[in-house]
């Protein structure tokens, strides 16, 4: 599934980006204001882990994700 972004105006969705999909295609829209199971710690928690990677990224403690999977799929 793919996301993609609209504007209200004037109570009406207004979508401004190209598709493949056949006209008249019927789209279902579901608000995200409540996507997740989250509750305000877990968020907070959530955002601080994000904040930490991010910290740990710019100093440099990063680990190659191809070196990882190479070593997982060496373990098969």
């Not at 710690?41 to 994000?50: N, T, Y």
């Not at 191809?66 to 098969?76: Q, T, Y």
Request: zero cysteines; glycine letters at 6%.
């Amino acid at each position: 599934m793919t996301a993609v972004k609209a504007l209200v105006n004037n109570g009406r969705l207004i979508l401004d980006e190209p598709t493949d999909l056949p006209e008249g295609t019927m789209v279902p829209l579901e608000i995200a204001d409540d996507w997740d199971d989250l509750d305000d710690e877990e968020r907070a928690a959530l955002h601080e882990s994000i904040r930490e990677g991010i910290k740990d990224m710019e100093a440099g403690r990063t680990v190659d994700a191809r070196a990882v999977v190479a070593e997982l799929r060496s373990r098969l």
